[in-house]
């Protein structure tokens, strides 16, 4: 079990896979990972986590702190506690993310952005952020899921806060949306939290 501490990500590159590593198609394992400085990034295109911007690989028995933000520059955006975008396999961790996403379409989660791999027995409890975006899903736990969940849960809020502009968006306690895919076994304490504008179409879920 390793501590990693005092870190501080920033990067403004127009292509971003950015945290502790950027893109992972290895086996990452029992890292207790504090960021005192934040993860910020004002890249236009964003894969953001705490482990890592894209997940390709599996991660496992890690637990993170810290926070995340990303710039309203941004024009795609993926930011999760533990991976941005997972397409590989997140077991056994624990997130304490706090995350604030900004940007023209966003999907922000407790442990990941998008999930279009495996994550089971793993939990989030900090809060989740999304402002002023054209399109934006926020949950808990994640953002969008197009694969699979088990036996998984979040106790943050997730908060959408919509603007005029905004076109379309998702907030759930657990799940800002869920594409396709199957969560199983899972739930959440936390609230869907939403202050609307004339004119988006709101998705809500638990």
Known sequence: NYTISGISVDRSINYAYSGLFGYNTGDISN????INDDIFTTAQNVHIGAIAGYNRGTISECIVN???YTSPLSTFVYAGGIA?????????????????????????????????GLIERTSSSGSVVVDDSLFAYAGGFTGNNTATIKNCYS?????????DTAFMMGVGGFAGRIEGGTVS????TGKPVVSTASGACLLTQA
């Not at 890292?31 to 504090?34: D, H, I």
């Open 31 to 34: 890292l207790n990972v504090l």
């Open 66 to 68: 810290g926070s995340i």
């Open 84 to 116: 941005g975008y997972n397409a590989g396999t997140i077991v056994d961790c624990d997130s304490n993310m706090e995350i604030y996403a900004e940007g023209s379409t966003v999907y922000a989660g407790g442990v990941t952005g998008e999930n279009a």
């Open 155 to 163: 106790r943050g809020n997730a908060t959408v806060n919509i603007s």
């Open 185 to 188: 076994n899972c739930y959440s």
